[in-house]
Each structure stands twice: as C-alpha cells, then as structure tokens.
C-alpha cells in the first residue's frame, strides 16, 4: 500500500474535538491517506469466527428492520439495537437531545441488561435453573458486545454482568461498586485512553451514581408509592452524577430528563425487547417478524410522540458553559459525602461537625466556582474564528458583553454553515447567552452565509450594516424580526466598559466603478481600549484603501485583521506603513483564489508585522487590559 501519511491536526477553534488526542489515546500516531493505484490486495479474510458471525447477523437484522419498518422508525429502531445514529433523522435526534434521553441511541448498560434479561427470561422459561439461566444470559450478552462493537459502555457493562454471574455459580455475593471498580480498573489497565472519553465518563458516572446515591434518594422520597420513589431516585441519581459531564463535553442540561426517563426507559426496554425478538424471527420467517413490527411501530410512534411533547415544553434545554475543573472536583465531592451528611443528621448526637465543616466550605466554592466564569474576565478579547475561507471575529468586553463581526461562510448552496459548525457551537462553550450586535461588513457569501444559524441559536439585539449592504435585497428583512441599524464613516459607537468602537469606512456616498464595490464599500472598524487597537477591514480592496488614505482614515492600529483574506491587491505598502501594526491576523482557510498571496506575506514581513493565520494557528485570540497585549492560538502556544 502507498499513499501519503500525515499527522492528525489539532482542533481549528478552541474547545471543538480535539482528534489529534483522541487517536493518541487508542495508540495511533500518523494517518494514511493510501492512493488507489497503490493498493494491492494480497487475500481477502473474515476475522476471528464469532466476530465474523456476529457481524453477518448484525447485517440480517439490520434488513429486517428495513424491510419491516418505515424509514423513520427503522432508523430509530436501528440506533436504539445498534447504535446505528447514521440511520435516524437529525430532526429526531435533537429532539431526543432536548428531551434528555439521547442516552438511550448510546449502547451500554441499559441495552446490555436488557439483552441478558432477555436470556434470562428465555432460560426461566425453559424452565432451566437460574444458574444456568444466568450462564446464558451472559453468552447472549456476550454474542451482542460482539454484534455492536466493544465500547467502554458495554465493556463496563458485560464485566460487571460477568462478575455477577460467576458470584452466583460460586455462591458469592458480589458487591455492585466492587464490581465497578473492578470493571474500570480492567478496562483502564487495558485502554488508559477510556478515561477521556465521554462514553467512560458517562457509563461509569451514572452507573457510581445509581448504586451509590439512589438508595438515598429512595428513603428521601418514601412518602411516594414504591415503585415510583424507585423509578424517581435511580433517574435523579443518574442525571446528578452525569450532569456536570454531559454540560462539560455537550454544553447542555436537559431540565426535565428526570421525569421524561421515568417514561421512555420503560417504553424504550419494550421496543427493543420486542424489536430483537421481531429480528430474530425474522431470520427465519419474515412475516412473523412483519406482524411484530407492525405492534412495535406503535410503540416507536408513542416514544417519539412523547418526547416530541417534552422536548417542546419550556426550558426543556438549557445550554451552559462546560464547568471548570475546579467546580468537578469540588460538585463530586459533595456528591460523595452526601449519604455521610444524611447519616450525621440522623444520629440523634448533633452529627458529624467535621463533616458539617466540610460541607459548608465545599458549598461554598462551588458557587464560587460556578459564578466566577460570568464575572467577566477584565479584559478585551477579539477572537478571530477558524471559518475556512471567509470572516467571524467574536469580540468579549470586559463583564462579558459579547459582539460578532461577520458570520462567515453558510447557506445551503455551500454544504457547510460556519454559524452552525463554528460560531454556534464556540458561543456557548464560551457561555455567550446574547451577542449585542452583529456588524456585517458586506454582503458577500463568505461573510454573512452562517447568519441564519447564528440568529437561530443565539439571541441577537441587532444587525449592524453599511448603506451598501441592502438586507430587504438579501430577503433579510423578511426572515429576521431582529432590528437593523445603518452606519457609516464618522459614527462612533460606545460599547461600554471603556470600548469604543469607531466607523472608518465606508462614505455617505458609497464608491462605485471600482474592480469590485462591494468589497471596497466594506465596513472598517476600529475598536479602542486604552492604548490598544484593533483595525477591522472587512476586504477592502486597493481602491478603498487609497480612499481612506486621501481623506486621512487610516488610523494607526496595533492589531490588524488583514483585509480581504490577504488578496494580492489588498493591504497595500502605503496602507500598512499608516497603521504600523504590530500584529496581523489573516483570517482564510483553503480556496481557489490563492489567498494569502505571497506578496501580502512578503509585504507584511518586511515591515515586522507578526503573522497569524487561522489556516495555520487555528483560531487567534487577543486579549487585551488597555496597555497590554496576550495571544493565544487554538493550534499552538500563546505568545
């Protein structure tokens, strides 16, 4: 095989996936992209028997879904067995996302119990001895670890299973978090990698948490029916213990997922009972496994239905900056002594007063801990994204008041949506819950493309444009109720907190006959705080730079973003030279335009501007306290 080999790249914006770290963990170092003259296939193989058999009957299942099911349903039927997300509708999985059971499409314990409770079942009713039920019940999970996949879920889970079961063939009681220990200990020892995994953190956390806690919460809730201080307690105690995970890798809490569980769980164990059993009639006589389908098509239809319902209802999901590692450590802590508290409480002595101490303190800095990120940092910070080949630039005041320049690239007509892959998605991980304004510096794709997503997730208080830039052209104005505000050169804007923001460009009468208007009347800001500024040109292009300069508007800036991708005939000699830059953010990713051009580099270089492009660095962040400047690359060291 030959082909070209290559490291795996860092994450382009701060807080996406990181892929290069996930491939490390599992031991992988380099990619191999192979071209197809250069493969040769020596032998063709089907792997170890029980895996190649277990696959081939994942295959027929699958089919019979298909031929059983409509579309929708199948798919939903398909993840619910199989973990199979590629099947199920993204309208379908954002609405069990926002009901808080999106769980339940990620095999683990709970598909596994289900499994070999149904070999048991099978077993009891051949009236088989529960031993030798319970053996089965194992080889039936085993045979589905191997149909889905070894996942550290299901790993987690198909050990704990074993070790039940060989405590009951040798007469031993098991402990259930000795069994989790175990079952961790295990895996880690084998994969260290696991542990920064989701699908760990996620398992084992509302596993701990339904062991360790929910026989608490079930004498708490003893005023209710038995089954339902049950149901209530090993729900709330799993959502506890996962909370703070799903917030810090998903950026989100469904509210109402605690009581939306205590319905689909049950619905869902019957709908993947009954799916298995339609599958495996299937194999042998598929209109059997059509009259099943048919009454399981009644289920699915209600789980969907239900959590349709919830996902719709207020507040169903809230979106949060992912917890700082001091608020885990400390959130777990009190999690842990929780039971001991209780257990103090109770003794008729006064309690435990350490502990009392303990838990006071530790109260305390979580809330420290939590309120802090919304304090506000103090500083000025202009983030410019990693969009690919367009613009978004996110400015921070100090307190935390948030603005965007541009929207990058998006639109159906593009395949890819900056608003929703990049700009969305970095907001909220940065807790952003309302951007001011939106400055659109042109109406170019590549600048405004994402703004429908970013409108659509993030609450806006207005669009900022020049006189060029007509949104009733655009049919802005008649998908957006969000205000619309006109400005141009000569308009000063206070932002507050000691920002100011000034508009340089473009005239009351707009420059026409240029080799391109549109990108020559491009709106061009300078944001000023304290001695520091930031020069934002939009792509402005020859014409409006000499413009600018024949009416004395080029400011000096430390900070310049680099007009127009760095094009070749933008950012002129005599343009720079005015604004004595120190540093240069070149926002671009891969095109057919040739940007940056090599003599925009060469110009830049000459001069002593320091160069950061998001096409190498990722994104660039610049703070600022008004005299001071820090850089920091999402693909590199700060400087």
């Not at 119990?113 to 089965?136: C, E, H």
């Not at 542990?195 to 004498?219: E, H, M």
């Not at 009190?334 to 350490?354: E, M, S, T």
């Not at 934002?536 to 973003?561: C, F, S, W």
């Amino acid at each position: 095989m030959r082909g070209q080999v290559s490291v795996p790249d860092r994450p382009a914006n701060f807080g996406n996936f990181d892929y290069n770290t996930y491939l490390r963990r599992q031991g992988i170092q380099y990619l191999l992209l192979p071209r197809p003259e250069g493969i040769t296939v020596i032998s063709r193989g089907e792997g170890s028997f029980p895996v190649a058999h277990a696959l081939k009957v994942k295959e027929s299942m699958l089919a019979v879904i298909k031929d059983t099911l409509p579309t929708d349903q199948a798919g939903m039927l398909q993840s619910l067995l199989f973990g199979e997300r590629a099947a199920l509708d993204t309208d379908i999985l954002q609405q069990l996302e926002k009901s808080g059971v999106v769980h339940l499409l990620a095999v683990s314990g709970l598909h596994v119990g289900f499994v070999a409770g149904l070999g048991y079942g099978l077993g009891r009713l051949l009236k088989w001895s529960p031993r030798f039920s319970a053996l089965v019940s194992g080889l039936v999970a085993g045979f589905y670890l191997m149909v889905i996949g070894f996942r550290a879920s299901v790993l987690r889970a198909g050990i704990m299973l074993w070790i039940g079961i060989l405590g009951l063939l040798l007469n031993r009681r098991s402990d259930s978090i000795t069994a989790l220990s175990g079952a961790g200990l295990l895996l880690l020892l084998v994969q260290p990698g696991f542990l920064f995994t989701p699908g760990f953190q996620l398992s084992f956390g509302a596993t701990w948490g339904i062991l360790y806690l929910s026989p608490l919460l079930v004498r708490a809730l003893s005023f209710l029916p038995r089954w339902l201080a049950c149901s209530l307690a090993v729900s709330s105690a799993a959502q506890l213990a996962t909370g703070p995970i799903l917030a810090y890798h998903f950026c989100g809490i469904a509210t109402w997922s605690v009581f939306n569980n205590l319905v689909a769980v049950p619905l869902a164990g019957a709908i993947m009972s009954l799916g298995l059993i339609s599958c495996g009639a299937g194999l042998f006589f598929l209109p059997l496994a059509r009259l099943l389908a048919a009454t399981n098509s009644i289920l699915i239809t209600l789980f969907l239905k239900i959590t349709a319902i919830s996902a719709s209802l207020p507040f169903a999901y809230l979106y949060v900056p992912p917890p700082r590692p001091a608020f885990l450590v400390v959130y777990y802590a009190l999690l842990v002594l929780l039971p001991r508290l209780v257990a103090a409480r109770g003794d008729g002595k006064g309690g435990n007063i350490y502990c009392r101490v303990a838990a006071v303190v530790l109260v305390f800095f979580l809330l420290f801990s939590w309120i802090f990120p919304f304090l506000g940092s103090g500083y000025l910070e202009v983030t410019f994204l990693s969009v690919g080949a367009g613009d978004a630039v996110v400015v921070t005041l100090p307190g935390g008041r948030t603005y965007l320049v541009d929207a990058g690239p998006g639109g159906l007509e593009q395949g890819y949506d900056a608003g929703a892959n990049v700009i969305v998605p970095y907001l909220r991980r940065q807790g952003v819950r309302r951007l001011e304004l939106i400055f659109l510096t042109h109406p170019h794709q590549d600048h405004w493309g994402g703004l429908a997503e970013v409108t659509a997730g993030i609450p806006v208080g207005g669009i900022v444009f020049s006189k060029l830039f007509k949104p009733e052209e655009y049919g802005l104005t008649d998908t957006f109720t969000i205000p619309f505000f006109e400005v141009g050169a000569g308009d000063k804007l206070d932002l507050g907190r000691g920002v100011e923001c000034e508009v340089l460009h473009p005239p009351a009468t707009p420059l026409t006959g240029t080799n391109d208007d549109c990108n020559n009347n491009s709106l061009v800001l300078l944001l000023r705080m304290g001695a520091v500024s930031f020069l934002l040109t939009g792509d402005l292009e020859e014409a409006g730079e000499k413009y600018m300069l024949q009416y004395n508007r080029v400011p000096q800036a430390v900070i310049l973003k680099v007009a127009h991708h760095g094009a070749r005939n933008s950012n002129g000699r005599e343009f720079l030279e005015q604004i004595r830059p120190s540093l240069a953010a070149i926002s671009t990713g891969p095109n057919s335009s040739g940007h940056p051009h090599r003599e925009t580099l060469e110009r830049l270089d000459l001069l002593g501007i320091k160069i950061y492009r998001t096409d190498v660095d990722g994104a660039i962040k610049i703070r600022t306290d008004g005299k001071r400047v820090w850089v920091e690359k999402a693909r590199g060291e700060g400087k």
